[in-house]
């Protein structure tokens, strides 16, 4: 008895780490995304974001005027501080910058260390410090000011300016109306078809009844990227082309066969008694349906409200097919990917701060409705 024990002390510890080890890896890249929509582009693209409290090694490019140059002895000397250089202050508003290394081309910006004399190719001897002081000497007259690339220590910084930026975006609060209007049709109307069809599917016998599960089974393995054409196809021959309505029911039409799926296998699990009893105290099916399976059902139901929801709201090739392409039907997805992705990049604080905004809501519906999603998912599981 104690090695059973034992044994299942070991399981038990066994799974709480597995669990733990998926829970991390689930919530590992929206930390990290919400990390990144407070960081500047320059910090994002030279480091990860479990680096964002630490300091970044950035590089500048300083351009020096030749307007301080005099003359000692036989040499022209020109002296200054890249420090001072406008575009190069603003990224250390303490002056807290040190130069890690420098150089006098755009390909090698860290070319030699700070303290190390340099040849230029127009001539003379240049010379940059740690603490971003700089000397060049010329035989000759200096009439230009180099241009000086550099490698600094930039302290951590964080913003709110790209939430700002993008919750004040042209037109992105239209484009959340938008994924609204979308989204909630798209999943209330594939669960009303769904339900009758399970219930109709458990507990109705008629012809053909095994060859129609057979082919919801099979459907659920078909990619919806082989009905787009055709699908868009019948929509324009039928009249509803581009529209809400022809998204809502491409939606329904990909969401049907793993809703039915799902409401079926746990509807054919519901006891029999109940129904049986129902119907011989005189109930119709509607009734059944409607004051018995239903309520009954709720935990299949907020399991696919909860998948179609992601799906919806998160979707884009559906959304660039079946909507006009004009800014007033764009939804989040087509308007973080057209104007924010398309005009901006390389700008991946933005790019993080829309992405973090667009699965807001999804995460607010996924943690208040995942308590059912397990039941929901193993329905019919177990007899």
């Known amino acids: ?6 044994q ?29 929509s407070f960081r500047e582009r320059d910090q994002i693209s030279n480091s990860g974001w479990w680096q964002a409290p630490f300091s970044v090694d950035l590089n500048f490019r300083a351009r020096v005027a030749a307007d301080g140059a005099r003359q000692e002895g036989t040499q022209y000397v020109l002296e200054g501080n890249l420090f001072d250089d406008p575009e190069i202050a603003e990224a250390f508003p303490e002056d807290n910058g040190s130069v890690s290394a420098f150089g006098t081309r755009a390909v090698a910006p860290d070319e030699f ?3 190390t004399a340099t040849e230029l190719r127009s001539g003379g001897t240049l010379t940059v410090q740690a603490d971003g002081s700089f000397r060049l000497e010329s035989a000759e007259p200096i009439d230009r000011g180099p241009t000086i690339y550099l490698a600094a220590e930039t302290p951590p910084r964080f913003t709110l300016l790209n939430y700002d930026t993008v919750l004040n975006a042209n037109g992105m609060d239209r484009a959340f109306i938008n994924t609204l209007t979308v989204t909630i049709p798209a999943t209330i109307i594939p ?6 069809a399970a219930y109709a599917l458990a507990w109705m016998d008629f012809p053909g009844r095994g060859v129609l599960i057979a082919a919801v089974v099979g459907l659920l393995v078909v990619p919806l990227q082989l009905a787009l054409v055709p699908l868009l196809k019948l929509h324009t021959d039928i009249g509803i082309g581009q529209s809400f309505l022809g998204i809502w029911l491409a939606h329904t039409g990909f969401g049907l066969p793993l809703a039915v799926y799902l409401l079926r296998n746990y509807m054919v699990g519901l006891p029999r008694d109940i129904i049986e009893g129902a119907k011989v105290d005189g109930a119709t099916d509607f009734q059944i349906f409607t004051k018995i399976i239903l309520p009954l ?4 139901l907020a399991s696919f409200a909860i998948f179609q929801f992601l799906w919806t709201w998160n979707d884009l090739l559906v959304a660039k097919v079946f909507l006009p392409s004009g800014a007033e039907s764009q939804v989040m997805t087509v308007k973080i990917a ?3 992705l398309g005009s901006r990049g390389g700008d991946w604080g933005i790019l993080a701060t829309a992405a973090f905004v667009s699965i807001a809501v999804p995460l607010i519906v996924f943690f208040t ?3 059912y999603l397990v039941r929901g998912l ?3 599981s177990v007899k």
Do not use: E, H
């Not at 008895?1 to 034992?6: E, V």
């Not at 070991?10 to 998926?22: C, D, P």
């Open 191 to 196: 669960i009303l078809i769904a339900a009758f």
């Open 378 to 380: 193993l329905a019919g």
């Open 338 to 340: 057209d104007d924010l």
């Open 113 to 115: 260390t700070p303290g």
């Open 297 to 300: 059902s709720f935990p299949a």
């Open 8 to 36: 299942n002390q070991g399981g038990k510890i066994a799974v709480n780490i597995t669990v733990i080890i998926l829970v991390l890896l689930w919530l590992l890249p929206t930390i990290g995304l919400f990390v990144s």
């Open 369 to 371: 409705m995942q308590r």
């Open 1 to 6: 008895m104690d090695n059973i024990a034992g």
